[in-house]
């Protein structure tokens, strides 16, 4: 098999980051039980947001200055109960995923997690449980259940004037690799 076989088979997520609507740099696998991602190096391994380069360098204003206050950013943990986010930066970040809310919630309810928080982003027993209610319901267009959204800084939905995850300066999409 080919080196891309054999690294998706053993990461339990990847890490795509975008500014606005354009995905930033190439998908990031993760294979260690932590990752640490946040802006700029000397803050440890993971992945360095700064190291990422926008090939249409429309670097915007507000995509440079949130980037700035990405700081330590967050570090995501795997544990044998799902997936915990805890936020290294000086900012607020936000989180949406389909375990924070009762199945079918549409939108997504976003979380708002503070400067040295941590919050449970991803239950597994209930993504289980999630999965077998809705295969009796009809949905309503193509719905990710292994995906998660974390925005650096600004926050989306109802609360707030940016309506989706897209109007977010810069923000992280946490793709589970799911376990069959």
Known sequence: GS?????SQHSWC?????????RVGRLFPVHEKTINVFHDLPHGDGLCLSALTN????RTEIVLRTRQKIGLGVTLTRE????????RSEYPVFVNS???????????TVYKAL??????????EKSKCYQCLE????????????AICISFVKGWGP??????????????????????
């Open 115 to 124: 400067p040295g928080y941590s919050i449970k982003i991803f239950d597994y």
């Open 98 to 108: 389909p375990t924070l809310d009762l199945p079918n919630t549409q939108p997504l």
């Open 80 to 87: 044998k109960d799902g997936v915990w986010m805890y936020n």
């Open 135 to 146: 295969k009796s319901e009809p949905s309503n267009g193509p719905f990710n259940h292994n």
């Open 14 to 22: 990847t890490l795509a980051y975008w500014e606005f609507r354009s």
């Open 55 to 58: 090939t249409e360098g429309s």
């Open 3 to 7: 080196v891309g076989e054999f690294s």
């Open 159 to 180: 609360k707030y004037s940016r309506r989706c995850i897209t109007a977010c300066p810069c923000w992280l999409e946490v793709l589970l690799s799911v376990v069959r």
